[in-house]
């Protein structure tokens, strides 16, 4: 079962920040998923078919290189930039 | 006495464009016209494309006096906001993209708008795909024009809609769990999901990448060859898109092979009486034609939504981290640390359908969570295709319900948003092996449509639509029409 | 307490590719910022990653250099977190069945032999750059870098001081050169170096807490870095305390380390395989194609080289092997030798004394050498047949330099040839013996040293065309006539 402190380690990984109020919808509703997930658990497979994937990557590219050239589109897109840079707010690397 | 356009398929019109009976501009005003006097009842509609429109179809009107371009030259469609659209509005049903101009096309856009088809406009769907019923858009829900009071089934809701409606005369959508198939079923239309990687993905905005197919919706089985023709093929800029080669799937309609068809005892079983019996009902008539009906063993049903529920969720979680209010996109004002802008951002512009499935995926993905579900699903999952592939030596279709029953009423899983899932029994076993499935109209419960549903070998979507063909020749729906649809527009 | 340090190396190089590792933007360094960024590198919805083949078989040539095993099925993992240089809020990386496995990798410490486990070694696409000093509230993103194809290189922690580590950096440095995979520039970041350091008690066996010291881009600085941290680690060890796992950034300013924040409060990066990316194989094929068509040396091949095929002693092979630029340019010139058995010690010293001589007095680098190597060959070549001399053969280069060609042309054209034509010279020597009588006179009564001076004059004389050799002959057949 999830825990509200579960929840809101999962919160932080995923950069979602949900109000108090609404918390027990969530952990309410993912409990249910949880609990289908369970069924994963009962399904027994042959050791024959450990693996993973059995397609292979078929496309490489060359190392042809190509100016982007929707710069000024994608800037119009932006919320915010300031001579061409993406802007946040202040990150302090140093603790 | 001819039909109206609306209630044409699209290859009719692409005919009736190629005798002069019409022009791609006289169409696609038709269509612009019905949309605007329509769409309300049922918003089906995200945005209309007016002027691009008309435009286009000059363009494809020059095509086809110069005797380029193919059938579907000319002819209008619907297209899901899922796809980018470059200089148009695409928002994925999200507040996040809400204002989102994309600087480029899909290359599904790309292919269509070369082919000489006509936006109409972009249809609503659930958020960044996740839904089946069209009522988890930011925008707004979109109704069933069978009966107003009703889902068309989602996340493809909008271009379901818009073409039972007679506001579009072929659309597109996209399935990851059933999401072309199910509204097709609800909706009383073909709706076709080929083998994974036969479409390119790229400029397709993604929810599950190993699980999202682009797809087609249409009135015919000829409609939906032919617009598949035009959108499969390898994409070098899609490295999961497959060197397969794609025949001209208008070319397999005409034969009456027969096959061994399969169905499986435990989705027969989860249908009610009424269910069973139009079923039966079907199966008989596959039998006079001649092809063999077998009924077989297939106990997946307890395993898949559980694997489709995590595997989806994860790689949602994982493709939607790029949403964060940085590049494009819904932002926070005013956010005064980065972890501000992310959260408040991300939080604001995701529903909560979407912001559960993202929980859920990091979630199975999490330390200590990761073997037990996301591992062992993808295990599973490849189980799974050796069962089918095993289930396809002896036969050459696997046919089931597309869904349980017609589509259910507006609120009715409000407050059990989990229990919807189990709406897409039928229809998610069929991405997570990778195979065609194809939804045909040919079943009624309560007087609503339910769909057909034929699962295919791997890239053999010709069998389907073969097959697809020759119950429509047995069994043709066509006369079966929405209200909205049978509404005429001055 | 007395501890021993343990010291474990991530470097990551920057592979020389002309694209990036899943998009074709270019990878030059210093474009305008976010120039060199598109659709996919800023993570735009709807885009894929299609990966870069080069890329590939620079790495697999990495992996074939040191002789460590090539993973046959590889495949790509995400690797999720956030962070603004970051666009997908996920690095594409590897993690299990990285490309490159086990390797060994052989150094010399002060001559001794040295050689450490390479654990893997991985491709993984770069971030980009952030700017915190150009506004103040706010922080400037630059993704330029994003998406460039990274080879990380994992050692065990098999390094006990800082020697040890220099000269396994160093030696890597060179080889990543030398194969042409790395430019080598650790200015703009190619080549970026973290330490992982521990102490434990002498004696333990059991490993102890270690910091990670990211980004470290000089030998000097990597150096430093070590001492200040063993020394810190130490002091709180010393003092009863435990040392925090963190991971420290190295401040040039005052040489000491200082802890990071943390980017996520837990460092969960829930890795699953890429779904857009299936499973790369590596087949035999491949691999012996690479080998076949690609330079796959070790520095001890090529030093070989440098000592046996060009007379180089071992202390001078050093800059070759760190240019290896310069070192192509030798091999190339060499094939246009007539006799290379005999002229390539000739052509190595040229090299060195002439040739980089020049462009160094000009503050010139390789970039701005025109001479073509068969040029430069056909100097030498005239050298040893002495169609010129030291001093025509210097203007010669000075020729080719300005990007001249076809030194046989030349010599015509600019009278380049030697003069050893006793009747040529005999004409010079006597004009110079009446010029200067009286040093002519000094040398007939016997001072050998003067007759320096005079072959010179003749030198001057001829122009610089005169075969000294034949002139100082000339000279002492004189002293017995």
Same mark, same amino acid.
């Given at each position: 079962?999830?825990?509200?402190?579960?929840?809101?380690?999962?919160?932080?990984?995923?950069?979602?920040?949900?109000?108090?109020?609404?918390?027990?919808?969530?952990?309410?509703?993912?409990?249910?998923?949880?609990?289908?997930?369970?069924?994963?658990?009962?399904?027994?497979?042959?050791?024959?078919?450990?693996?993973?994937?059995?397609?292979?990557?078929?496309?490489?590219?060359?190392?042809?290189?190509?100016?982007?050239?929707?710069?000024?589109?994608?800037?119009?897109?932006?919320?915010?930039?300031?001579?061409?840079?993406?802007?946040?707010?202040?990150?302090?690397?140093?603790? | 006495?001819?039909?109206?356009?609306?209630?044409?398929?699209?290859?009719?019109?692409?005919?009736?464009?190629?005798?002069?009976?019409?022009?791609?501009?006289?169409?696609?005003?038709?269509?612009?016209?019905?949309?605007?006097?329509?769409?309300?009842?049922?918003?089906?509609?995200?945005?209309?494309?007016?002027?691009?429109?008309?435009?286009?179809?000059?363009?494809?009107?020059?095509?086809?006096?110069?005797?380029?371009?193919?059938?579907?030259?000319?002819?209008? $469609?619907?297209?899901?906001?899922?796809?980018?659209?470059?200089?148009?509005?695409?928002?994925?049903?999200?507040?996040?993209?809400?204002? $989102?101009?994309?600087?480029?096309?899909?290359?599904?856009?790309?292919?269509?708008?070369?082919?000489?088809?006509?936006?109409?406009?972009?249809?609503?769907?659930?958020?960044?795909?996740?839904?089946?019923?069209?009522?988890?858009?930011?925008?707004?829900?979109?109704?069933?024009? $069978?009966?107003?009071?009703?889902?068309?089934?989602?996340? !493809?809701?909008?271009?379901?809609?818009?073409?039972?409606?007679?506001?579009?005369?072929? !659309?597109?959508?996209?399935?990851?769990?059933?999401?072309?198939?199910?509204?097709?079923?609800?909706?009383?239309?073909?709706?076709?999901?080929?083998?994974?990687?036969?479409?390119?993905?790229?400029?397709?905005?993604?929810?599950?990448?190993?699980?999202?197919?682009?797809?087609?919706?249409?009135?015919?089985?000829?409609?939906?060859?032919?617009?598949?023709?035009?959108?499969?093929?390898?994409?070098?800029?899609?490295?999961?898109?497959?060197?397969?080669?794609?025949?001209?799937?208008?070319?397999?309609?005409?034969?009456?092979?027969?096959?061994?068809?399969?169905?499986?005892?435990?989705?027969?079983?989860?249908?009610?009486?009424?269910?069973?019996?139009?079923?039966?009902?079907?199966?008989?008539?596959?039998?006079?034609?001649?092809?063999?009906?077998?009924?077989?063993?297939?106990?997946?049903?307890?395993?898949?939504?559980?694997?489709?529920?995590?595997?989806?969720?994860?790689?949602?979680?994982?493709?939607?981290?790029?949403?964060?209010?940085?590049?494009?996109?819904?932002?926070?004002?005013?956010?005064?640390?980065?972890?501000?802008?992310?959260?408040?951002?991300?939080?604001?512009? $995701?529903?909560?359908?979407?912001?559960?499935?993202?929980?859920?995926?990091?979630?199975?993905?999490?330390?200590?969570?990761?073997?037990?579900?996301?591992?062992?699903?993808?295990?599973?999952?490849?189980?799974?295709?050796?069962?089918?592939?095993?289930?396809?030596?002896?036969?050459?279709?696997?046919?089931?319900?597309?869904?349980?029953?017609?589509?259910?009423?507006?609120?009715?899983?409000?407050?059990?948003?989990?229990?919807?899932?189990?709406?897409?029994?039928?229809?998610?076993?069929?991405?997570?092996?990778?195979?065609?499935?194809?939804?045909?109209?040919?079943?009624?419960?309560?007087?609503?449509?339910?769909?057909?549903?034929?699962?295919?070998?791997?890239?053999?979507?010709?069998?389907?639509?073969?097959?697809?063909?020759?119950?429509?020749?047995?069994?043709?729906?066509?006369?079966?029409?929405?209200?909205?649809?049978?509404?005429?527009?001055? | 307490?007395?501890?021993?340090?343990?010291?474990?190396?991530?470097?990551?190089?920057?592979?020389?590719?002309?694209?990036?590792?899943?998009?074709?933007?270019?990878?030059?360094?210093?474009?305008?910022?976010?120039?060199?960024?598109?659709?996919?590198?800023?993570?735009?919805?709807?885009?894929?990653?299609?990966?870069?083949?080069?890329?590939?078989?620079?790495?697999?040539?990495?992996?074939?250099?040191?002789?460590?095993?090539?993973?046959?099925?590889?495949?790509?993992?995400?690797?999720?977190?956030?962070?603004?240089?970051?666009?997908?809020?996920?690095?594409?990386?590897?993690?299990?069945?990285?490309?490159?496995?086990?390797?060994?990798?052989?150094?010399?410490?002060?001559?001794?032999?040295?050689?450490?486990?390479?654990?893997?070694?991985?491709?993984?696409?770069?971030?980009?750059?952030?700017?915190?000093?150009?506004?103040?509230?706010?922080?400037?993103?630059?993704?330029?870098?994003?998406?460039?194809?990274?080879?990380?290189?994992?050692?065990?922690?098999?390094?006990?001081?800082?020697?040890?580590?220099?000269?396994?950096?160093?030696?890597?440095?060179?080889?990543?050169?030398?194969?042409?995979?790395?430019?080598?520039?650790?200015?703009?970041?190619?080549?970026?170096?973290?330490?992982?350091?521990?102490?434990?008690?002498?004696?333990?066996?059991?490993?102890?807490?270690?910091?990670?010291?990211?980004?470290?881009?000089?030998?000097?600085?990597?150096?430093?870095?070590?001492?200040?941290?063993?020394?810190?680690?130490?002091?709180?060890?010393?003092?009863?305390?435990?040392?925090?796992?963190?991971?420290?950034?190295?401040?040039?300013?005052?040489?000491?380390?200082?802890?990071?924040?943390?980017?996520?409060?837990?460092?969960?990066?829930?890795?699953?395989?890429?779904?857009?990316?299936?499973?790369?194989?590596?087949?035999?094929?491949?691999?012996?194609?690479?080998?076949?068509?690609?330079?796959?040396?070790?520095?001890?091949?090529?030093?070989?080289?440098?000592?046996?095929?060009?007379?180089?002693?071992?202390?001078?092979?050093?800059?070759?092997?760190?240019?290896?630029?310069?070192?192509?340019?030798?091999?190339?010139?060499?094939?246009?030798?007539?006799?290379?058995?005999?002229?390539?010690?000739?052509?190595?010293?040229?090299?060195?004394?002439?040739?980089?001589?020049?462009?160094?007095?000009?503050?010139?680098?390789?970039?701005?050498?025109?001479?073509?190597?068969?040029?430069?060959?056909?100097?030498?070549?005239?050298?040893?047949?002495?169609?010129?001399?030291?001093?025509?053969?210097?203007?010669?280069?000075?020729?080719?330099?300005?990007?001249?060609?076809?030194?046989?042309?030349?010599?015509?054209?600019?009278?380049?040839?030697?003069?050893?034509?006793?009747?040529?010279?005999?004409?010079?020597?006597?004009?110079?013996?009446?010029?200067?009588?009286?040093?002519?006179?000094?040398?007939?009564?016997?001072?050998?040293?003067?007759?320096?001076?005079?072959?010179?004059?003749?030198?001057?004389?001829?122009?610089?065309?005169?075969?000294?050799?034949?002139?100082?002959?000339?000279?002492?057949?004189?002293?017995?006539?």
């Amino acid at each position: 079962m999830l825990s509200p402190e579960h929840l809101h380690h999962l919160m932080k990984l995923a950069h979602l920040k949900i109000p108090e109020h609404e918390a027990p919808i969530y952990v309410n509703s993912l409990n249910k998923l949880i609990d289908i997930l369970a069924m994963l658990e009962k399904v027994e497979l042959n050791n024959k078919e450990l693996s993973l994937s059995v397609e292979k990557l078929t496309h490489l590219r060359d190392d042809n290189p190509i100016l982007p050239s929707e710069q000024s589109l994608c800037e119009q897109c932006a919320p915010q930039t300031i001579s061409h840079f993406y802007i946040v707010p202040k990150v302090i690397e140093e603790e | 006495m001819s039909q109206p356009w609306h209630l044409r398929s699209a290859a009719d019109l692409g005919r009736a464009l190629r005798r002069r009976e019409v022009t791609s501009v006289e169409l696609t005003k038709y269509f612009l016209n019905r949309i605007d006097a329509l769409d309300p009842k049922i918003h089906s509609y995200l945005v209309v494309t007016k002027d691009l429109a008309i435009s286009q179809a000059q363009r494809a009107d020059a095509m086809i006096q110069a005797g380029e371009g193919t059938l579907l030259t000319g002819v209008p $469609f619907a297209h899901k906001d899922l796809f980018c659209t470059k200089g148009v509005r695409t928002t994925a049903g999200s507040r996040m993209l809400a204002n $989102f101009i994309p600087p480029y096309d899909a290359t599904v856009t790309q292919k269509m708008y070369d082919a000489g088809m006509v936006l109409l406009g972009k249809t609503n769907m659930d958020e960044f795909a996740m839904g089946s019923a069209t009522n988890h858009s930011y925008f707004g829900p979109t109704s069933n024009p $069978f009966d107003l009071n009703r889902v068309p089934g989602g996340s !493809s809701g909008g271009s379901a809609a818009a073409l039972a409606a007679g506001l579009a005369p072929i !659309s597109t959508g996209s399935d990851t769990g059933g999401s072309i198939r199910q509204p097709a079923s609800y909706c009383h239309l073909v709706g076709i999901k080929p083998t994974y990687g036969r479409i390119s993905r790229y400029g397709m905005i993604a929810f599950a990448s190993s699980l999202d197919q682009a797809g087609v919706f249409a009135h015919t089985t000829e409609d939906a060859a032919l617009l598949l023709s035009i959108l499969c093929g390898v994409d070098e800029k899609d490295s999961t898109s497959s060197y397969e080669e794609v025949p001209d799937f208008s070319k397999s309609l005409e034969s009456n092979q027969l096959y061994r068809i399969a169905v499986p005892s435990s989705f027969f079983a989860a249908l009610d009486s009424e269910g069973q019996a139009e079923f039966r009902r079907v199966l008989t008539t596959l039998e006079q034609m001649g092809h063999t009906v077998s009924w077989i063993d297939l106990p997946i049903q307890d395993y898949v939504i559980p694997t489709y529920y995590t595997i989806a969720p994860a790689e949602a979680s994982s493709n939607l981290a790029r949403y964060d209010g940085v590049r494009y996109g819904h932002r926070h004002e005013n956010a005064h640390t980065l972890e501000e802008l992310y959260s408040l951002s991300r939080t604001e512009g $995701f529903g909560e359908e979407v912001k559960r499935r993202i929980l859920m995926g990091t979630y199975v993905l999490s330390a200590g969570y990761y073997d037990a579900y996301y591992q062992k699903a993808l295990l599973i999952r490849q189980h799974l295709k050796q069962v089918f592939a095993k289930t396809f030596e002896s036969f050459d279709i696997i046919a089931t319900p597309t869904t349980l029953s017609a589509a259910f009423l507006h609120n009715a899983h409000d407050t059990d948003p989990v229990a919807m899932y189990y709406s897409d029994l039928c229809t998610v076993s069929v991405n997570l092996a990778d195979l065609p499935g194809i939804s045909i109209p040919v079943m009624q419960h309560q007087g609503l449509p339910f769909g057909l549903q034929l699962i295919g070998r791997p890239f053999d979507e010709a069998t389907l639509l073969n097959c697809s063909a020759q119950i429509e020749r047995a069994l043709p729906w066509h006369s079966t029409h929405s209200p909205i649809a049978m509404q005429e527009v001055v | 307490m007395n501890y021993q340090t343990v010291i474990g190396l991530e470097v990551h190089i920057q592979l020389k590719t002309k694209s990036k590792l899943f998009s074709s933007a270019p990878t030059t360094f210093g474009a305008n910022p976010n120039s060199q960024a598109n659709l996919v590198d800023l993570a735009y919805p709807g885009t894929l990653p299609v990966l870069n083949r080069e890329a590939v078989e620079q790495a697999i040539v990495f992996g074939l250099a040191i002789n460590a095993h090539i993973e046959k099925n590889t495949f790509f993992a995400r690797k999720n977190y956030f962070y603004p240089d970051l666009p997908k809020g996920y690095q594409t990386s590897q993690s299990d069945k990285p490309i490159v496995g086990n390797g060994t990798f052989h150094f010399n410490v002060d001559d001794q032999k040295h050689s450490v486990h390479i654990v893997r070694a991985h491709l993984e696409e770069d971030a980009g750059k952030s700017l915190h000093d150009f506004l103040p509230n706010s922080s400037a993103i630059d993704l330029n870098r994003a998406g460039c194809p990274l080879l990380e290189i994992v050692t065990a922690p098999d390094f006990s001081n800082a020697k040890e580590v220099v000269a396994y950096l160093k030696t890597l440095h060179r080889l990543v050169k030398m194969l042409d995979i790395c430019d080598g520039n650790m200015q703009e970041g190619s080549f970026r170096v973290d330490v992982n350091l521990s102490l434990k008690p002498i004696g333990s066996d059991k490993l102890g807490t270690r910091c990670e010291i990211k980004n470290i881009n000089s030998f000097r600085f990597i150096e430093k870095a070590i001492e200040y941290e063993t020394q810190r680690q130490a002091e709180i060890l010393d003092a009863g305390g435990k040392v925090r796992q963190q991971t420290r950034l190295f401040q040039e300013s005052t040489g000491q380390t200082i802890a990071m924040r943390d980017k996520e409060d837990s460092h969960d990066y829930r890795y699953f395989p890429c779904p857009d990316l299936k499973p790369l194989e590596i087949t035999s094929e491949w691999i012996e194609r690479i080998r076949n068509t690609r330079k796959i040396v070790s520095i001890e091949q090529v030093e070989k080289q440098l000592i046996e095929e060009y007379g180089l002693p071992a202390k001078e092979t050093s800059f070759f092997l760190d240019n290896t630029q310069w070192l192509s340019y030798l091999n190339d010139a060499r094939s246009h030798l007539t006799q290379p058995e005999t002229s390539s010690k000739a052509l190595a010293n040229f090299v060195l004394s002439e040739c980089i001589g020049l462009l160094n007095k000009n503050n010139q680098t390789f970039e701005d050498f025109k001479a073509q190597p068969k040029d430069l060959a056909q100097i030498i070549n005239r050298l040893s047949d002495q169609t010129l001399s030291s001093k025509t053969a210097k203007q010669a280069l000075a020729l080719i330099m300005e990007g001249h060609t076809d030194v046989d042309a030349l010599i015509q054209q600019h009278n380049l040839k030697q003069v050893s034509d006793v009747n040529a010279l005999s004409q010079a020597i006597d004009a110079v013996i009446l010029k200067f009588p009286s040093q002519f006179q000094e040398f007939l009564s016997g001072k050998d040293k003067i007759l320096g001076f005079l072959v010179g004059q003749v030198m001057k004389e001829t122009k610089g065309t005169g075969d000294p050799a034949q002139i100082d002959r000339l000279f002492r057949e004189k002293l017995n006539s």
